[in-house]
């Protein structure tokens, strides 16, 4: 079966920090990944997606970044923190080629003061 | 652009009783596919059901079931039996089927099952 996984699952930085968040999944190959944010209280903002190695998609111009080194692994940075990327980040993946449904992982909480 | 919209932000509903969750959709393609999320306070998404617009029997899975009206745009999340265990956020999602890789989230309701 498959399993999703991100980490750490808690994380608190100072303004101007760097930042380096990690997924990865197990027993699929070629998912198509995704990063989203949610801030306190609200809806899924979709940060980027992957559909393969080196091929990421941007949805949102910020300080942040995204890289997909290996097949199953798809990881957020960021040079600089701002205040405003504080929140709950999700990485999910689904089936490539299928329009089913996405599965998520357990979301890492940042916090930056 | 497509657009999910879920206008009920908060309800209640007591313990063993049946509610229902609203959303609506907006898009040009015939063939999508549309879920529901819940988010417990644990904050572990959690797929509850889906629906694929080109099936005309609406999805149920256990406790849950959906009413899919896809002239209206319509779908609604029905929970009977509601259990404590039910208090969670719920989310619609929406789909395309037209070479996207994009998932559109409504903004949630969030449910509390009262004892």
């Known amino acids: 079966s498959q399993t999703i996984h991100q980490w750490p699952a808690t994380l608190v930085q100072p303004v101007g920090s760097p930042l380096s968040l990690e997924c990865t999944v197990e027993g699929t190959s070629n998912p198509n990944l995704y990063w989203y944010r949610q801030a306190a209280g609200r809806g899924l903002q979709l940060l980027f997606y992957?559909?393969?190695?080196?091929?990421i998609s941007s949805e949102v111009p910020q300080n942040l970044s995204a890289s997909r080194p290996q097949d199953r692994q798809f990881i957020l940075s960021s040079k600089k923190l701002l205040l405003s990327d504080s929140g709950f980040y999700l990485c999910?993946?689904?089936?490539?080629?299928?329009?089913?449904?996405?599965?998520f992982g357990p979301g890492t909480r940042l916090t930056v003061l | 652009a497509q657009t999910v919209t879920q206008s009920q932000p908060e309800m209640s509903v007591q313990e063993a009783e049946t509610v229902t969750l609203s959303c609506t959709y907006d898009?040009?393609?015939?063939?999508?596919?549309l879920f529901w999320y819940k988010q417990p306070p644990s904050r572990q998404m959690i797929l509850v059901i889906r629906q694929e617009a080109y099936k005309q029997q609406n999805a149920t899975e256990n406790r849950f079931s959906v009413n899919f009206q896809k002239a209206a745009k319509s779908f609604s999340l029905k929970i009977s039996d509601s259990q404590l265990g039910d208090t969670a956020m719920y989310f619609c999602?929406?789909?395309?089927?037209?070479?996207?890789?994009?998932?559109?989230f409504g903004t949630g309701t969030r449910l509390k099952v009262l004892a």
């Open positions: 999602a929406f789909t395309g089927t037209s070479g996207t890789y994009k998932y559109i």
């Open positions: 992957s559909v393969g190695i080196g091929q």
């Open positions: 999910a993946w689904r089936l490539a080629g299928f329009y089913n449904e996405q599965f």
């Open positions: 898009t040009s393609e015939n063939n999508y596919y």
